[in-house]
C-alpha cells in the first residue's frame, strides 16, 4: 500500500549509438525512430537524423512512475528502433524488457547497433547477463557477435 506512495525510476532505454548502411555505404539524412511504452503508460517517441557517416544516437530515456510499487503490477518495457527507406520500413531493434532497472546486456547491443538494410529482420535469442534463468529475445536486421542462437 505504502509503495504507491513513491515514485520509481524506470530506465526505459539505455543510450543508443548506430550506424546504417545500405550495401555497405552509409545513408545519411534518414530518419530513425525510437518507440519505448511501459506497461499502460502512454507511448513516447522520440526521432533523430542520421549523419553524414550513416551514424545516428538516442540518449537514455527514463521515467517516474507509482506502478512498481503494487504487488500486482508487472514490470514490461517495449522498445523499438526502426526506419523508413525507400518505402519499406526496417526493424533496427525490438524488445521486451522485463525490469525497471537498467538490462546489462541490451545496453551493450543497443551501443553497437550496425543496421545494413539488405540483412533480413530475424529473431535473436541471447544470454540474460542479469537475470540467466530468463533469456532475452529480440527482433532485428542488426547482427551482433555476442548472441549464441539465431532462428
Known amino acids: ?5 513513491f515514485k520509481y525510476t524506470i530506465h526505459l532505454c539505455p ?3 548506430g550506424r546504417v548502411t545500405y550495401e555497405g555505404k552509409p545513408i545519411a539524412d534518414l530518419e530513425v525512430s525510437r ?10 517517441i522520440d526521432t533523430t537524423i542520421t549523419d553524414n557517416n550513416g ?4 540518449p537514455e530515456a527514463k521515467m517516474k512512475s507509482r506502478l512498481p ?18 518505402d519499406q520500413t526496417y526493424v533496427l531493434w525490438y524488445a521486451t524488457q522485463w525490469q525497471i532497472k537498467p538490462c546489462t ?10 543496421a545494413e538494410l539488405t540483412q533480413p529482420e ?14 532475452h529475445v529480440t ?11 539465431v532462428f
Open 122 to 135: 530475424i529473431r535473436h535469442d541471447f544470454d540474460n547477463l542479469d537475470e540467466p534463468e530468463r533469456p
Open 35 to 44: 518507440s519505448l511504452t511501459y506497461s499502460d503508460e502512454d507511448e513516447e
Open 55 to 58: 551514424c545516428f544516437s538516442f
Open 15 to 17: 543510450e543508443v549509438q
Open 1 to 5: 500500500m505504502f509503495g504507491l506512495l
Open 69 to 86: 510499487g503494487s504487488i500486482f503490477h508487472v514490470p514490461v518495457i517495449r522498445q523499438v528502433l526502426y526506419l523508413s527507406y525507400q
Open 139 to 149: 527482433s532485428s536486421i542488426c547482427r551482433w557477435d555476442t548472441i549464441t542462437k
Open 105 to 114: 546486456a541490451y545496453t551493450r547491443m543497443l551501443k553497437e547497433l550496425k
